[in-house]
T-cell receptor, first 115, second 112 residues
Framework: NAGVMQNPRHLVRRRGQEARLRCSPMKGHSHVYWYRQLPEEGLKFMVYLQKENIIDESGMPKERFSAEFPKEGPSILRIQQVVRGDSAAYFCASSPVPGSAGELFFGEGSRLTVL | GENVEQHPSTLSVQEGDSAVIKCTYS??????FPWYKQELGKRPQLIIDIRSNVGEKKDQRIAVTLNKTAKHFSLHITETQPEDSAVYFC???????????FGSGTRLQVQP
């Protein structure tokens, strides 16, 4: 059973470009969470999704950020018009149970650098 | 929402000594408290967790204690080894978001 797969592992964008980060949860997991980690800091919750549903996006910036988890395919975190402050590691995690009531399985992260 | 405070931010111990990391949380309805270990450049991985119906849980050299009244929980690592060196994060379930809120992390350095 493959773990949580994230790609790309590293992404470099110039200010104003778009970044798309993908996450395939573990097989059988239908709950996906995105977290952002700034250098030397903790994991900040961004969004919780189930298939075709955004359950909670209270941690997402109101502008430029969006997330989806379609019926088919990976979950995608999209950042439009990136700025330097978006540079961070973005971790996706999945769970077989709802509401983070059990272990979260994290991917290796996508490290975004904005020049 | 949930707020989790974690101390200390850095901890250096000698190999064989014990290490203790402490966290407090704000959501009195929270009932799940995991601890994750993150090695440099790697993914966070669960090392132990505790639910609110127990006060202590142990797994070999690692133990976690929970005081629901005071809203704090702690990670205890005994007989530390160099491979325990990593960043450790506590977390608590935010019952409103239904997602984990993480502490700011403790960088543990075990000196050989």
């Amino acid at each position: 059973n493959a773990g949580v797969m994230q790609n790309p592992r590293h992404l470099v964008r110039r200010r104003g470009q778009e970044a798309r980060l993908r996450c395939s949860p573990m097989k059988g997991h239908s709950h996906v969470y995105w977290y952002r980690q700034l250098p030397e800091e903790g994991l900040k919750f961004m969004v919780y999704l189930q298939k075709e549903n955004i359950i909670d996006e209270s941690g997402m910036p109101k502008e430029r950020f969006s997330a989806e988890f379609p019926k088919e395919g990976p979950s995608i975190l999209r950042i439009q018009q990136v700025v330097r402050g978006d540079s961070a590691a973005y971790f996706c995690a999945s769970s077989p149970v709802p509401g983070s009531a059990g272990e979260l399985f994290f991917g290796e992260g996508s490290r975004l650098t904005v020049l | 929402g949930e707020n989790v405070e974690q101390h200390p931010s850095t901890l250096s111990v000698q190999e064989g000594d014990s290490a203790v990391i402490k966290c407090t949380y704000s959501d009195s309805a929270s009932n799940y408290f995991p601890w994750y270990k993150q090695e440099l450049g790697k993914r966070p991985q669960l090392i132990i967790d505790i639910r609110s119906n127990v006060g202590e849980k142990k797994d070999q050299r690692i133990a976690v204690t929970l005081n629901k009244t005071a809203k704090h929980f702690s990670l205890h690592i005994t007989e530390t080894q160099p491979e325990d060196s990593a960043v450790y994060f506590c977390a608590a379930l935010d019952t409103g978001r239904r997602a984990l809120t993480f502490g700011s992390g403790t960088r543990l350095q075990v000196q050989p």
